[in-house]
T-cell receptor, first 117, second 115 residues
Framework: DSGVTQTPKHLITATGQRVTLRCSPR?????VYWYQQSLDQGLQFLIQ???????AKGNILERFSAQQFPDLHSELNLSSLELGDSALYFC????????????????FGEGSRLTVL | AQKITQTQPGMFVQEKEAVTLDCTYD???????LFWYKQPSSGEMIFLIY??????QNATEGRYSLNFQKARKSANLVISASQLGDSAMYFC????????????FGTGTRLTIIP
């Protein structure tokens, strides 16, 4: 158990719909990362938050948005869903932060498997 | 250009043999970290081992060791005495100290251990 909690584990929805994925980081971790894993794209970095503020943005579509709340949990919102959005969405948190930068490994949640029909 | 390259899409290894999974990387950052993760069929990402660019010795964690060759920009994972439970996808990843703090992942190698 990594200590990172993601809900829901599985989600099936239709094209055009909107879903919200939730993540609770490890206790004490301030950084949250979102990754998308699809068959043809591998593991793609989407976005990172640190202590409530966006820290870095990767290949995140405009239809997707995220936020980190004061209690440090994070949500990834996916809207106007398309078939190609079907993927495993991971949240990860960073266990150490030294000299103002993240260090060490990322601990991943079990992922939220999204299927768009 | 790919920052992390894993050239072996799949490997089959006999149980109890050692196996080496290849990883090469590309960075101009003098300070970086290299990571290996295991993803079993259940889907979770499990951290295995870490190597810092300034670490003098190769990292080891139990049956896992990292063969770090800085000049060749390679960070191969060696699994000794393979077990059936080692069957999984293995991902190499890198964090560069300049720029953002994400990990960039390779495309992975699917390892199958044969009894």
């Amino acid at each position: 158990d990594s200590g990172v909690t993601q809900t829901p584990k599985h989600l099936i929805t239709a094209t055009g719909q909107r879903v919200t994925l939730r993540c609770s980081p490890r206790s004490g971790d301030l950084s949250v990362y979102w990754y998308q894993q699809s068959l043809d794209q591998g593991l793609q970095f989407l976005i990172q938050y640190y202590n409530g503020e966006e820290r870095a943005k990767g290949n995140i579509l405009e239809r997707f948005s995220a936020q980190q709340f004061p209690d440090l949990h994070s949500e990834l919102n996916l809207s106007s869903l398309e078939l190609g959005d079907s993927a495993l969405y991971f949240c990860a948190s960073s266990p150490r932060f030294k000299n103002g930068r993240a260090a060490g490994e990322l601990f991943f949640g079990e992922g939220s498997r999204l299927t768009v029909l | 250009a790919q920052k992390i390259t894993q050239t072996q899409p799949g490997m089959f290894v006999q149980e109890k043999e050692a196996v080496t999974l290849d990883c090469t990387y590309d960075t101009s950052d003098p300070s970086y970290g290299l990571f290996w993760y295991k993803q079993p069929s259940s889907g979770e990402m499990i951290f295995l081992i870490y190597q810092g660019s300034y670490d003098q010795q190769n990292a080891t964690e139990g049956r896992y060791s990292l063969n770090f060759q800085k000049a060749r920009k390679s960070a191969n994972l060696v699994i000794s005495a393979s077990q059936l439970g080692d069957s999984a996808m293995y991902f190499c990843a890198m964090r560069e100290n300049f720029g953002n703090e994400k990990l960039t992942f390779g495309t992975g190698t699917r390892l199958t251990i044969i009894p």
